[in-house]
């Protein structure tokens, strides 16, 4: 279980990071959706994982930590709202600046990473 | 009462910022009703905070236990004398913003009061909690409200400056959370003093994983102060920002510097065993890198406000070096710069702000414009500000930096602190004697009827209650410095507020 959950992380984490370093804001807002989901799995697995026992004294011989299930409650939510404003923000920014990149215009060397023969398929 | 003193700061502006979103204060046509409340809780908080500081001198420490919930378990707020001195410099630098903002600048948007009281509110909360989640949360508060006041007035420079903020900051925050979670798995704890006792326990393997929170955290501090190479963001996004807003952000950077303090002297402190001070070898050349290029910047700036935002990222710098000398004196010398620093760089901000008014479309750009109508006044306004950042005589930047050089003890410091402290003031004054000029002498002789309005009597009185600090600060320079003193050996009593904790019976 351990393995699985690690490489969840892991992918979660690198696809946000590298849907970050993107230049337009639609990438980047999905990048910064995956890396606010890996930062809650991560929070939730820092008290341990286990499989089968409670948040709650004396109902087992072994108990989960209830604390990262808040903060990663206080997690979600904040990160929601985060997620929801930079949506909007960037809804705006599309209307204000005329185009969807982060910096606001188009890179003047764009056409370099731009396959020259998109125009005629 | 006075037990609740801690969380009364906290309390003022949450309840007074609902309230003003509620009728009668509501809508646009009520605005001189927010104006009012807006004045009276800037009062109310200011009243507290002075309180708040008569109790810490009296019995130093204060804790409050929010539900009481007893350390390590519950959340902890902690009212020392640094926590306390911040808060009433939060509370001031408001209250000047908010009276430069009556002038007209606050009917721009429907919510500028209530978001400043909700700026304010996690800015207050961020100093006073002695727990890393909920600072966590209180940066969260602060942030969303330093995002939505970026973009009061509209525009589409704000946008773009916005953008990068937004996305920059909510980087910042998940990195926040996987240093916490990483503290947590190790530790056990977000308690920022009971951490500091368990950090000095733990075994070499988990030390590692430690030491990469502990790093973390310092990017994501960094990101906030503006320290290298985390800065770039600030001087756009501060010339691009409405003036009361950019004035009020001048305290967001010292958040992050304040965290750096407490963090890394209470938590990886002298008291961490093998993690002791494991930043210093990182901050020392940041913090030089982050004068020079700040300086670097200043000298290049196209106007006024871009020149200014690199003088924080200057500040910030210089802060950040009288963190990483590591003595109490050195703090000391720190929180008596930062104090002055923040209120003089929002004066400045506001100051700008003026001179742009009456410039017409030039602004506060260095270009040849007409004549400033209210030149007399708003260059006396200029001239003390600009020679209070510098740091000349008779004004508090010359007493800020003065101490900061003294407090260098080893001569391989003295080096590098005089070196890179005098010559960045050098500069300083270079690039603000150029901006001055261009200003105030050179205008075009053909146009010299000055159409635009008089500065309004609420800018001049916002704008002189900040730039005061600089002659007071001076004055009362002995006792200020005092305080400071006081406060930094208090900041690096760690076993003290171990004590004040009742952690070591509580663990046994």
């Not at chain 1, 990071?17 to 991560?42: D, K």
């Not at chain 2, 995002?147 to 953008?163: D, V």
């Not at chain 2, 906030?224 to 009361?244: E, G, I, N, R």
């Not at chain 2, 008596?336 to 209120?343: G, M």
């Amino acid at each position: 279980m351990e393995t699985l959950y690690v490489i969840c992380v892991g992918v979660l984490t690198s696809c946000g990071v590298y849907l970050c370093l993107r230049g337009r804001t639609f990438s980047v807002v999905v990048g910064l959706t995956m890396l606010s989901y890996a930062v809650n799995l991560f929070l939730f697995s820092s008290g341990r994982l286990n499989l089968k026992d409670a948040a709650i004294l004396g109902m087992s011989e072994s108990y989960a930590d209830p604390l990262p299930q808040a903060l990663t409650l206080t997690a979600i939510v904040i990160g929601f709202a985060m997620i929801a404003f930079v949506v909007i923000l960037s809804m705006r920014a599309r209307a204000d600046l005329g185009n969807d990149f982060v910096d606001g215009s188009e890179p003047a060397d764009s056409n370099k990473f731009i396959k020259p023969n998109r125009d005629k398929a | 009462m006075s037990v609740h003193l801690v969380i009364l700061p906290i309390l003022i502006p949450l309840i007074g910022g609902l309230l003003m979103l509620l009728p009668p204060f509501a809508g646009p046509a009520k605005y001189q009703y927010r104006r009012v409340a807006a004045f009276a809780l800037f009062i109310a908080q200011i009243t507290t905070s002075i309180a708040l500081m008569q109790m810490v001198m009296q019995n130093d420490g204060m804790l409050y236990a929010v539900g009481d919930w007893q350390p390590p378990f519950g959340i902890i707020l902690y009212a020392d004398q640094l926590s306390a001195m911040l808060v009433m410099l939060g509370s001031f630098l408001g209250l000047g913003v908010t009276l430069y903002s009556f002038a007209g600048s606050d009917r721009e948007g429907k919510y500028f009061h209530p978001l400043i009281q909700f700026q304010l509110l996690g800015i207050y909360g961020a100093f006073l909690t002695n727990d890393l989640f909920n600072l966590f949360v209180f940066f969260e508060v602060l942030l969303i409200a330093s995002y939505t006041l970026l973009m009061h007035g509209e525009g589409k420079q704000k946008t773009a400056a916005n953008m990068h903020y937004v996305i920059l900051n909510l980087i910042g925050s998940s990195l926040f959370l996987f240093a916490l979670g990483t503290l947590y798995g190790i530790t056990g704890t977000l308690n920022i003093p009971d951490m500091a006792l368990k950090i000095a326990q733990l075994s070499p393997s988990n030390q590692l994983i430690a030491q990469a929170g502990g790093s973390m955290l310092l990017v994501v501090f960094g990101l906030k102060a503006a320290m290298l190479p985390m800065h770039y963001w600030l001087p756009s996004t501060y010339a691009a920002a409405s003036a009361p807003v950019a004035a009020l952000f001048a305290i967001m950077t010292k958040v992050g510097v304040y965290c750096i303090f407490r963090v890394y002297t209470v938590v990886f402190g002298d008291e961490a065993g093998e993690l002791a001070n494991m930043i210093v070898p990182w901050v020392w050349p940041m913090a030089i890198i982050t004068i020079i290029l700040g300086t670097i910047g200043a000298l290049a700036s196209t106007n006024l406000r871009t020149l200014i935002g690199n003088l924080v990222v200057v500040s910030v710098g210089t802060l950040l070096i009288t963190f990483a000398l590591r003595t109490p004196e050195a703090t000391a010398a720190g929180l008596f710069y930062l104090l002055h620093s923040t209120l003089i760089t929002g004066a400045l901000f506001l100051i700008a702000d003026m001179l742009g008014q009456q410039r017409g479309k030039a602004l506060d750009y260095f270009v040849i414009a007409r004549k400033i109508k209210q030149q007399a006044l708003l260059g006396i306004l200029f001239i003390i500000g600009a020679m209070t950042i510098a740091g000349l005589p008779p004004f508090s930047g010359f007493l800020g930096k003065l101490i900061i050089l003294q407090s260098a003890a080893t001569a391989t410091q003295q080096i590098w602190v005089w070196s890179i402290i005098l010559l960045s003031s050098l500069m300083t004054i270079i690039a603000l004697s150029r901006a001055g000029t261009t200003l105030f002498w050179r205008y075009s002789q053909s146009n010299n009827s000055n159409q635009q309005p008089s500065v309004s009597k609420w800018q001049i009185s916002g704008a002189v209650l900040l730039l005061a600090a600089s002659p007071l600060l001076s004055l009362f320079g002995g006792s200020v410095v005092e305080y400071t003193d006081n406060a930094a050996t208090q900041l690096h009593d760690v076993p003290y507020l171990i004590d004040v904790m009742q952690l070591e019976e509580r663990g046994q």
